[in-house]
């Protein structure tokens, strides 16, 4: 299955500013996928990224607060913007190797774990 | 509307058999899947189950019932380093095939 390298993983920022979060894989992917989970909860999806076009927000999420750029196959950056200490979470991203075939699985990025003061 | 239904926790004894079980509800169904996540660490996939019955991998094997919108997780021969969340995620025809996750069950195992 693909490898994935998320970076930071983990940061403590201040309310107002901004943190773009980097996932690298280690092949080409159609989708990646990006979550946020709070401690000891589940995951909520925030947004796919295609590579070529604007990404697919969920309910809650909107582009001005979470821009996610794919700029090719392997590639894909999530920012967290204006934040506050209701952003303090961790965030993963993931991607499918077997599209539309789950046996196979979805990979995750080792997680970033934001914490806004 | 769509959930997924497990138990918050379940504890077991080193050694022993323990079954994690699900329930769904989903508009379109496409697939079981598990995931396990320790503390502090990414969800890693576990199992999938598309159609009836049970799949096995080792010591762990994954049960599916789609009549019943059901399915379990059962880990056996637990070890202590078992212990960890375990999440059921159903792929939904609804919603662009995309994962809907369960709450997620802590297996706590004693020694």
Known sequence: SAVISQKPSRDICQRGTSLTIQCQVDSQVTMMFWYRQQPGQSLTLIATANQGSEATYESGFVIDKFPISRPNLTFSTLTVSNMSPEDSSIYLCSVEKSPLNGANGYTFGSGTRLTVV | ?111
């Open chain 2, 1 to 111: 509307g769509q959930s997924l239904e497990q138990p918050s926790e379940v504890t077991a004894v080193e050694g022993a058999i323990v079954q994690i079980n699900c329930t769904y509800q989903t508009s379109g169904f496409y697939g079981l899947s598990w995931y396990q996540q320790h503390d502090g660490g990414a969800p890693t996939f576990l199992s999938y189950n598309a159609l009836d019955g049970l799949e096995e991998t080792g010591r762990f094997s994954s049960f599916l019932s789609r009549s019943d919108s059901y399915g379990y997780l059962l880990l056996q021969e637990l070890q202590m380093k078992d212990s960890a969340s375990y999440f059921c995620a159903v792929r939904d025809l609804g919603s662009n095939y995309q994962l809907i996750w369960g709450a997620g069950t802590k297996l706590i195992i004693k020694p």
